[in-house]
């Protein structure tokens, strides 16, 4: 038989095939019927599954260039969730925030943070398996607004992408720093900068890691915490003549205690000056002063009397005003004095000490008596001479400025009392670190 003849008894026994399925069932009460019902049934059945598989072979077949499958994806909501949801607002800083996949992967995730600053990326990582995102720093920032933006595939490999913005909450409690000088000032080698926060910081590591000081040229530079209310910086020596101290203050978003947030981000910048030194001899009654090691003049001066004599120890200079209100009331001595033109005023301690210009007592008593309620005065005339050794002091000086006293009966200045930090030994100081 040729392959035609072949062909076409196949084709004969094809269609006497299809007339059995298509044409009438034997009658059930013949001979055979039941058999014969069954079979069509069956020939029907694989037609069906037949038609079926060519229909789902068909749609994989339709496709978009890149291979994703054809067929109505899920709304970017329900492919992409990310808490907080869109648009909300008052968001806690603390709270949850990611950004996650029912089925499928994340492609993509990108955030940003946008405030006083500009817009700033915020760090994050996908998880290995690709269904979540979270970020990096695990906490927002207060009182800023977020945007999302994400690209995911499904389960079917459909792409969905997703924008989303959300608002955190302003901090009912805010704790901010204070510090002197503010920034852009030329400073003595003595300076201490200490910052004094308006509330009690519970969690003093992370404060410390959010305040950097720095140096050029460089130099070792530790923190220390007096309480928790207060943390100074400084270097294992006064700092050399030249120096720029860098700040940068990164308290925006850092909490320091429950419910408590701080608000800061600025970075302040200060010049070391010449070096100046001024060393006070209670005993002798006289002041020396040195530039670069370099005697520039011997002063005398008053200190504080027996009753109230003036602390020992190194002291800086905190402040300098040309003229000031003295009231003994303020510093626990009653009505004894209060003089409203004190001239050429430097504070050298909180508490209350200062060196200042003198119009008020007798030419005798500088160089030869102490006769202060504690503070080291200096001769002075009403309203303060330019040229009088109060004068000259004090256009010589600068925030920063070392004074040190010697030769007192009182003790040593506490090291918080004013910048008394230099009082302190190295390992000391450092031991005072929240950050181990």
């Given amino acids: 038989m040729t392959a035609h003849q072949q062909n076409r008894a196949g084709d004969r026994a094809k269609s006497r095939a299809d007339v059995r399925v298509r044409g009438r069932v034997p009658d059930r009460?013949?001979?055979?019927?039941?058999?014969?019902?069954?079979?069509?049934?069956?020939?029907?059945?694989?037609?069906?599954?037949?038609?079926?598989?060519?229909?789902?072979?068909?749609?994989?077949?339709?496709?978009?260039?890149?291979?994703?499958?054809?067929?109505?994806?899920?709304?970017?909501?329900?492919?992409?969730?990310?808490?907080?949801?869109d648009g909300a607002h008052g968001v806690r800083a603390d709270g949850r925030f990611e950004v996650r996949v029912p089925e499928g992967r994340l492609e993509r995730v990108e955030v940003s943070r946008t405030g006083g600053a500009g817009r700033q990326p915020v760090a994050g990582r996908i998880t290995p398996d690709g269904m979540t995102w979270r970020p990096a720093a695990g906490r927002l920032q207060p009182g800023a607004k977020y945007t999302v933006d994400a690209v995911a595939l499904d389960g079917a490999g459909r792409r969905s992408a997703r924008h989303t913005t959300f608002t955190t909450a302003v901090p009912v409690r805010r704790f901010t720093a204070h510090f002197s000088p503010q920034g852009d000032a030329t400073?003595?080698?003595?300076?201490?900068?200490?910052?004094?926060?308006?509330?009690?910081?519970?969690?003093?590591?992370?404060?410390?890691?959010?305040?950097?000081?720095?140096?050029?040229?460089?130099?070792?530079?530790?923190?220390?915490?007096?309480?928790?209310?207060?943390?100074?910086?400084?270097?294992?020596?006064?700092?050399?003549?030249?120096?720029?101290?860098?700040?940068?203050?990164?308290?925006?978003?850092?909490?320091?205690?429950?419910?408590?947030?701080?608000?800061?981000?600025?970075?302040?910048?200060?010049?070391?000056?010449?070096?100046?030194?001024?060393?006070?001899?209670?005993?002798?009654?006289?002041?020396?002063?040195?530039?670069?090691?370099?005697?520039?003049?011997?002063?005398?001066?008053t200190a504080g009397n027996d009753a109230n004599p003036t602390y020992n120890g190194r002291m800086v200079i905190l402040e300098r005003q040309s003229v000031t209100r003295m009231d003994g009331d303020t510093v626990g001595f009653g009505a004894e004095y209060d003089i409203p033109d004190v001239p050429h005023a430097m504070r050298l301690t909180r508490s209350g000490t200062f060196l200042h210009g003198n119009y008020w007592a007798p030419p005798e008593v500088f160089g030869g008596l102490n006769t202060s309620h504690g503070c080291v005065g200096l001769k002075d005339i009403k309203g303060g001479g330019p040229h009088t050794p109060a004068g000259w002091f004090f256009g010589h000086s600068i925030v920063g400025d070392t004074v040190v006293v010697e030769h007192s009966p009182e003790r040593t200045v506490a090291p918080d009392n004013g910048l008394g930090g230099w009082n302190m030994t190295w390992e000391l100081w450092r031991a005072g670190s929240a950050r181990g």
Wanted: aromatic letters at 6%.
């Fill in 29 to 85: 009460g013949r001979t055979g019927g039941g058999a014969a019902v069954r079979a069509a049934r069956r020939v029907r059945v694989v037609l069906a599954a037949a038609a079926g598989l060519a229909g789902a072979v068909a749609l994989a077949g339709c496709g978009d260039a890149e291979g994703f499958v054809v067929g109505k994806p899920r709304s970017p909501g329900a492919a992409i969730r990310v808490v907080p949801h």
């Fill in 187 to 301: 400073v003595g080698t003595g300076l201490i900068f200490s910052l004094v926060f308006n509330r009690p910081v519970a969690d003093r590591a992370a404060v410390e890691r959010a305040v950097r000081v720095s140096a050029r040229p460089a130099v070792e530079i530790a923190a220390h915490w007096f309480g928790h209310r207060r943390l100074d910086f400084r270097p294992r020596e006064r700092w050399r003549p030249g120096t720029v101290i860098t700040v940068d203050l990164r308290l925006r978003g850092v909490k320091a205690g429950p419910g408590a947030y701080g608000t800061q981000r600025r970075t302040v910048r200060y010049r070391v000056g010449r070096d100046q030194v001024s060393v006070i001899d209670a005993a002798r009654h006289t002041m020396t002063v040195r530039q670069g090691g370099r005697v520039v003049a011997v002063l005398p001066v």
